[in-house]
């Protein structure tokens, strides 16, 4: 049982570039979320979504696009990179509804220069 | 909007020692709240998760415990160890709205000496 699994660990990017993060879980979980973290103001949601075929727009979704064609996985899209996208970004995800425990991956550190 | 303030945003304790810390909310309507732990360069792991029915949760060494209609929290962390030395991240689930969301503090950044 692997948890959240995220790919890639690490990547950099020229401004302009796209990539795309994926995100994995084993736990059969209905919520899977993206999240940034940056330095002095904690995480904040991007998108989030609530079972296959069905996303939506978090805290702070402007320049991000998002998947989920399979229960398991979930996209996450830079079209066209900017700097202000440098950042540690998480996935995560918990069972259907809002009482249970959110489980997070190990995270992917993106520069862009 | 909710607001999630941890408070200090760094302590330094001698190994041993019995410490609390501290995580307050803006907005008492929630579903729960959840304390995880970070190292550095590292995922989040999840330590304890309290519904806002509860006052308490307890595994090992370390109790949760919240008051929801004062809007505050506490992680007791019993004989510390260097090992737990982290950063300890709290968050809550919010009532309404974007139900799923998870509003995070900052964080305090914990370091247990020898």
């Known amino acids: 049982n692997a948890g959240v699994t995220q790919t890639p660990k690490f990547r950099v990017l020229k401004t302009g570039q796209s990539m795309t993060l994926l995100c994995a879980q084993d736990m059969n979980h209905e919520y899977m979320y993206w999240y940034r973290q940056d330095p002095g103001m904690g995480l904040r949601l991007i998108h989030y979504?609530?079972?296959?075929?069905?996303?939506a727009k978090g805290e702070v979704p402007d320049g991000y696009n998002v998947s989920r064609l399979k229960k398991q996985n979930f996209l996450l899209g830079l079209e066209s990179a900017a700097p202000s996208q440098t950042s540690v970004y998480f996935c995560a995800s918990n069972l259907a509804g809002v009482y249970n425990e959110q489980f997070f991956g190990p995270g992917t550190r993106l520069t862009v220069l | 909007k909710q607001e999630v303030t941890q408070i200090p945003a760094a302590l330094s304790v001698p190994e041993g020692e019995n410490l609390v810390l501290n995580c307050s909310f803006t907005?008492?309507?929630?579903?729960?709240l959840q304390w995880f732990r970070q190292d550095p360069g590292k995922g989040l792991t999840s330590l304890l998760l309290?519904?806002?029915?509860?006052r308490e949760q307890t595994s090992g060494r370390l109790n949760a415990s919240l008051d929801k209609s004062s809007g505050r929290s506490t992680l007791y962390i019993a004989a510390s160890q260097p090992g737990d030395s982290a950063t300890y991240l709290c968050a809550v689930r919010g009532d309404g709205g974007t139900a799923s969301k998870l509003t995070f503090g900052t964080g305090t950044r914990l370091q247990v000496t020898l």
């Open positions: 979504s609530v079972g296959e075929g069905t996303t």
């Open positions: 309290i519904q806002s029915s509860q």
């Open positions: 907005d008492s309507a929630i579903y729960n």
